[in-house]
Each structure stands twice: as C-alpha cells, then as structure tokens.
C-alpha cells in the first residue's frame, strides 16, 4: 500500500545549525511534492513545491531535494532560529489515481536557543 | 484581511447530534477542500469542491455531507455525529482544479464528540 514516513521523533537542534527533514515513500510515483509548516493550534502554511522533474529548490533559508530513486525528499532549513520550531509535513500528488494531496504525519522540529 | 476563515473553531457535542462547521475564503480561490486530522496528526482529505462542483470524494461516511453555495464558501454538515468524528477539520483552498497549486489552510475546527 502507498505510503508516507516522516520521522515522527522531534528533532532537537541548536541555534544556527542546519535542520535536515526526511519524507520518504513507497508505492508511489508523485508528480511533485509539497512542504508545509504546521505551527501548535493552527492550519498548515505552505513553504515550497518542487516537481519530479527538479532535484532541488531554494526559497531564502530553505531547500529542499527530491529523489524519485530513492524515493526521498529531504528538507533543509539553514542557520536555523528558535522561530523555526514547528511541525513540517510533506505531501505528494499522484498524477495517476486518485489525484489529491496525501500528506505524511510530520516531523516536529525544535530549535534550542 | 483573514484568508480562510473557519466557525465554530471549537465544537463540543453530544453523540447522536447534528452539526455544521462554516468555511469561507477571500482569496479569489475556485477549489476548496475539507481535511481531517486526527490525533495522530495524519492530514487526510475528504472532500474537495472546484466552483461550487464535488470533484473529490474520499471514502468518508455518507453523515458526512458538504455544500458549497458559492465558490467562496465550503460547508460542511455531519449528522448523528460518533465518537470517532473527533478530530481538528481544516479547510483549505487554492487556484483552479490543477491540485498543482498551494493551498491555504484555515485555522481548524476542534470537533470533540462526547
């Protein structure tokens, strides 16, 4: 069956450092992928997309990588700040089958000050 | 200048009832969508409308039915609600039916079903 696996144990990282998120899935041939920020209490806000044709996208801080061999996208936030704690999800689209968004449960990231 | 708005944002209930959540978006947006998240923070889909039409329909149960009166707004009514209905609902919308495009989230309804 398809799926989607975030790591679902908090990341930890200091002030400064670079955060790297995993999303990876299988059974799955995602025409692109999505990053979104889910803050406690409040709806998911949209970071970056990227399509199965694009290895990577930047967005200020951001980057994120898509590898359909691996079937792996990894999301990057550079010189990280405490602001930047928060629950990430990634979401793919099929453009086979059932043509919606599925999202993964999200990984939550900490920054320490 | 809220973008998609939601009401109630908490809803507490008894088993057996009826009840409307309201969603409303000011972006200009011709497709909306419902979300369910559960406890385990899985975001799932359930409905998706494209002006004013269902396109998606997941598996979700028939006590669960939507109404768009106009693409701006997206309703969603669930009758002889059930423990398992709790859950936060998130309303979303985006440009066109080209799923491609970002969505925008509303704040979410807490949904507790006692």
């Known amino acids: 069956s398809q799926k989607i696996e975030q790591n679902s144990e908090a990341l930890n990282i200091q002030e400064g450092k670079t955060a790297t998120l995993t999303c990876n899935y299988t059974n799955y041939s995602p025409a692109y992928l999505q990053w979104y920020r889910q803050d406690p209490g409040r709806g998911p806000v949209f970071l970056l997309l990227?399509?199965?044709?694009?290895k990577e996208k930047r967005k200020e801080r951001l980057k994120v990588t898509f590898d359909t061999t691996l079937k792996q996208s990894l999301f990057h936030i550079t010189a990280s700040q405490p602001a930047d704690s928060a629950t990430y999800l990634c979401?793919?689209?099929?453009?086979?089958?059932?043509?919606?968004?599925?999202f993964g449960s999200g990984t939550r990231l900490q920054v320490q000050p | 200048d809220t973008a998609v708005s939601q009401t109630p944002k908490y809803l507490v209930t008894q088993m057996g009832n009826d009840k409307s959540i309201k969603c409303e978006q000011n972006?200009?947006?011709?497709?909306m969508y419902w979300y369910k998240q559960d406890s385990k923070k899985f975001l799932k889909i359930m409905f998706s409308?494209?002006?004013?039409?269902?396109?998606i329909n997941e598996t979700v149960p028939n006590r669960f039915s939507p109404k768009s009166p106009d693409k701006a707004h997206l309703n969603l009514h669930i009758n002889s609600l059930e423990l398992g209905d709790s859950a936060v609902y998130f309303c979303?919308?985006?440009?066109?039916?080209?799923?491609?495009?970002?969505?925008?989230f509303g704040p979410g309804t807490r949904l507790l079903v006692l």
């Open positions: 979401a793919l689209f099929s453009d086979t089958g059932r043509r919606a968004l599925t």
């Open positions: 979303a919308s985006s440009y066109g039916q080209n799923i491609q495009m970002s969505q925008y």
């Open positions: 409308y494209n002006n004013k039409e269902l396109i």
């Open positions: 990227i399509r199965e044709n694009e």
């Open positions: 972006l200009g947006h011709d497709t």
